[in-house]
Nanobody
């Protein structure tokens, strides 16, 4: 089992920044692919970013490319999502997730463990 706890959400104005953190506990963190997803009211959960075990492969959704940065610290068992130039359409609950394979990394079913989510609200 892997337990994931997100933090760092909040309210920010258009153009602002936030950094989300996801602390993992349980099994060896470095063995897992770590992803971030988000879900806005009335919408399906969508992929945001993913980082492979040792950070050698990183992918972003087109909607956040150039604005968001995912990183991981295996020593601290934590994955981060730095979000800059935030827009109103980034408003959602953000979830981190852990999976064993980077195959199908954009789909929620590829991930075995999920955090409880943290709310990000961007006002225009």
């Amino acid at each position: 089992q892997v337990q994931l706890v997100e933090s760092g959400g909040g309210s920010v104005q258009h153009g602002g920044s936030l950094r989300l953190s996801c602390a993992a506990s349980g099994r060896t963190f470095s063995n897992y692919v770590m992803g971030w997803f988000r879900q806005a009211p009335g919408k399906e959960r969508e992929f945001v970013a993913v980082v492979e075990w040792i950070g050698s492969r990183i992918y972003y959704a087109d909607s956040v490319k150039g604005r968001f940065t995912i990183s991981r610290d295996n020593g601290k068992s934590t994955v981060y999502l730095q979000m800059n130039s935030l827009k109103a359409e980034d408003t959602a609950v953000y979830y981190c997730a852990a999976g064993r394979s980077i195959v199908e990394f954009t789909t929620p079913r590829a991930y075995n463990y999920w955090g409880q989510g943290t709310q990000v609200t961007v006002s225009s």
